[in-house]
């Protein structure tokens, strides 16, 4: 049997790894990419594909999904990507069926590794829910009962894959060697900052025994609105009521719902109360045996002052605003928050790969995504900066932009945090699981 798996360097591989890397009744001619830049055109290498693969795989764009079909008569398309909706994922179901293929999905289970070690997965219904903020709340509760936490993220093979198939970060300086990009640094070095490693690649059968060898507890630090690929013992899902109605709507976050021990949701300092009951009201429904925690994610910047009455060029996090489709983030909240005088339209100023940005993604006008997969669009990045007429630009990013590259305007740094509204129950269900788990 013929396969083709759609997906967007990500758990596309890790499916391939986890179901068809040995199996000698199905060949996989094909991989085909998405949402992020710079992946079509690639091989997945035979160091990773494996013995039955000795040239690798090829990596075509998806919008040559058809003629792939076509030309390696393909019986099955698998879908493996995330935070896509529901629309969306039928429009390639429709694709691959009438393209002469069956098309389907691969369940948690067939795609879970187990862990040795107890793991506690954090995962969302959308990108930009506060994944991260949480993850590494939940970190520093575990070491303050003197717990040895290893964190694995979800992949970001944006280099080479062969060299990327474990990655370990424990400085900042294995960021800087392994040239992480801007999406991986946003990632990773939150994490390192606070004291965590960090473990990501392609191989996670690898990168979690390696995992394993250090930690007590394994925290799976989701990506976009995927599912673990590690069996959780307990599974957190992060619910974000400024996009109120998307949790069961985009897939696979309804997937995470369903299956979440706990939800939180987040932002609920920020978010409308109307919002906020209504989010409340479809996890109840949805998954009525989950326990449900309010948080908050307040926001600072560096000097308030520098702020009122400017007119600022707005950077956010990149893939909250694409992959997750937001308008806004941190950064537009607290230049309304702080009285800025207006939020300029960065479009004009785009260069590169940032034009096919905005092209691609029409909602978005009065904030400039940090978009940054690749050392070109970095520089793409910059000089857009750089082009914008405004007084101040205000850096919503995960990590401190002025480090990465140089930006001629004034400068304010805008920061956020995860706070439990209770956090007797979070602590409850971290010390269940280390109980569980001998740790405790």
Not at 62 to 77: C, K
Not at 181 to 208: A, C, K, S
């Amino acid at each position: 049997m013929n396969v083709v798996i759609m997906g967007a360097a990500g758990r596309d591989f890790h499916d391939f790894n986890m179901v068809f890397r040995k199996n000698s009744d199905c060949r996989v001619v094909a991989f085909t990419a998405a949402q992020i830049p710079n992946i079509a055109g690639r091989t997945y290498p035979p160091e990773l594909a494996g013995d039955l693969y000795p040239k690798g795989i090829p990596i075509a764009p998806e919008e040559e999904l058809e003629a792939v079909i076509a030309a390696h008569a393909v019986d099955e398309v698998i879908f493996a990507y995330s935070d896509v909706s529901y629309d969306r994922v039928m429009r390639q179901a429709s694709r691959a069926l009438a393209a002469g293929a069956s098309f389907r999905f691969l369940s948690p289970r067939s795609t879970m590794l187990r862990s040795k070690k107890p793991v506690i997965s954090v995962c969302a219904v959308r990108t930009g829910a506060g994944k991260s903020p949480a993850a590494r709340k939940i970190s520093a509760l575990l070491r303050a009962q003197g717990v040895r936490v290893a964190v694995v993220r979800h992949p970001m093979p944006y280099g080479d894959l062969a060299q990327q198939a474990v990655q370990r970060f424990a400085t900042i300086e294995d960021l800087q060697e392994a040239r992480c990009t801007i999406e991986e640094r946003e990632e990773y070095e939150p994490h390192i900052r606070q004291g965590d490693v960090v473990f990501t690649g392609v191989d996670y059968e690898r990168i979690l025994r390696q995992a394993e060898a250090g930690a007590d507890v394994i925290l799976w630090d989701g990506g976009n609105n995927d599912t673990p690929f590690f069996e959780p013992d307990l599974e957190i899902v992060l619910v974000d009521p400024h996009r109120a109605g998307h949790e069961r709507s985009y897939f696979p976050g309804e997937v995470n719902l369903l299956r979440a021990d706990l939800v939180i949701i987040t932002k609920v300092d920020t978010a409308d109360s109307l919002k906020v009951d209504a989010v409340r009201r479809a996890i109840a429904g949805a998954n009525p045996h989950a326990k449900i925690l309010e948080s908050r994610m307040p926001i600072t910047v560096d000097d308030p002052l520098l702020i009122k009455g400017k007119r600022v060029l707005v950077v956010e996090d990149g893939p909250t605003l694409t992959h997750g489709g937001m308008s806004y983030g941190a950064g537009v909240l607290a230049a309304k928050q702080y009285g800025a005088a207006a939020m300029i339209d960065p479009r004009a100023a785009a260069v590169g790969s940032l034009r096919q940005t905005f092209q691609s993604n029409p909602h978005l006008d009065c904030v400039l995504p940090a978009m940054g997969y690749g050392s070109e669009q970095i520089r793409d990045l910059e000089h857009t900066i750089n082009r914008a007429d405004c007084d101040l630009v205000l850096i919503a990013t995960p990590v401190d932009l002025r480090r990465l590259i140089s930006i001629r305007q004034p400068t304010c740094r805008v920061g956020y945090e995860f706070e439990p509204g209770d956090g007797a129950i979070l602590k409850d269900m971290l010390s269940a699981v280390l109980r569980e788990g001998g740790q405790g």
